[in-house]
């Protein structure tokens, strides 16, 4: 097991739109667990279930007033069905997404990440078109920044705890190394099942990892003056 704890790899201004994501999915997930309705209630109402978008139709859940399926392709990435669910999430959302907003710029980065999002959402509804199971979280956009990081910063070093049987220790990884890794797994695990939806993570990455070039900020141009 590998957990990042941070990456050396400095910003130039106040990741404001990292931090309001991460702030919003918090907010979000307790009020999901303190409403009266629970948890679960909210997760069948807004999740993005793929065979009601394959089948162009809501499906009828007793006592839960499902939403208009399409737009839950929006909702979904804001929903967590958990704590460590969450906490993992924003973890590297934390890690990773500042850099990718300093290098995109906020109005860039929002459209960049709910994209990555909708593409990974897409990559899990196309290998699992009849599938009657929410989908929810955060992890598809969030795999599109470590895709654009793994681009834009393969040398930045992040560093990682390692659980390995008995050995424990803090190391600097090399980015590269450490989000090839992540994406290997995640293609390793397909079809293992335990409720991940690893198609969405694999297709986010590579949603970040093409993607990311096409939303580059413009350079400004030099102006002389005399």
Avoid at 17 to 24: A, Q, R, Y
Avoid at 79 to 90: A, D, E, K, R, T
């Amino acid at each position: 097991m590998f957990i990042p704890l941070k990456d050396e790899n400095p910003t130039s201004r106040f990741p404001l739109i990292t931090v309001l994501f991460i702030s919003l999915n918090i907010l979000i997930f307790f009020y999901q667990v303190f409403s009266p309705e629970g948890l679960q209630y909210h997760v069948l109402r807004l999740g993005a279930i793929p065979y009601e978008i394959t089948h162009f139709r809501a499906l009828s859940i007793p006592r839960i007033p499902r939403l208009f399926p399409p737009l839950t392709l929006l909702t979904a990435m804001f929903l967590h069905g958990g704590i460590l669910h969450l906490g993992g999430n924003m973890l590297y959302l934390w890690i990773f997404g500042n850099n990718i907003e300093d290098y995109l710029g906020p109005w860039r980065f929002i459209l960049f990440y709910l994209i990555c999002g909708l593409a990974a959402s897409f990559t899990h509804i196309i290998f699992n078109p009849n599938s009657t199971v929410p989908m929810i979280g955060a992890s598809g956009a969030i795999a599109g920044i470590l895709g654009a990081y793994l681009v834009l910063y393969p040398h930045a070093r992040v560093m990682t705890l390692i659980f390995l049987f008995v050995f424990i220790e803090i190391v600097p990884v090399p980015a590269a190394f450490f989000l090839l890794l992540w994406f290997f797994l995640q293609v390793m695990n397909v079809g293992l099942g335990g409720g991940v939806a690893w198609f969405a993570h694999i297709g986010g990455f590579l949603a970040g990892v093409f993607l990311v070039q096409a939303f580059r900020p413009p350079r400004r141009r030099r102006i002389w003056v005399n």
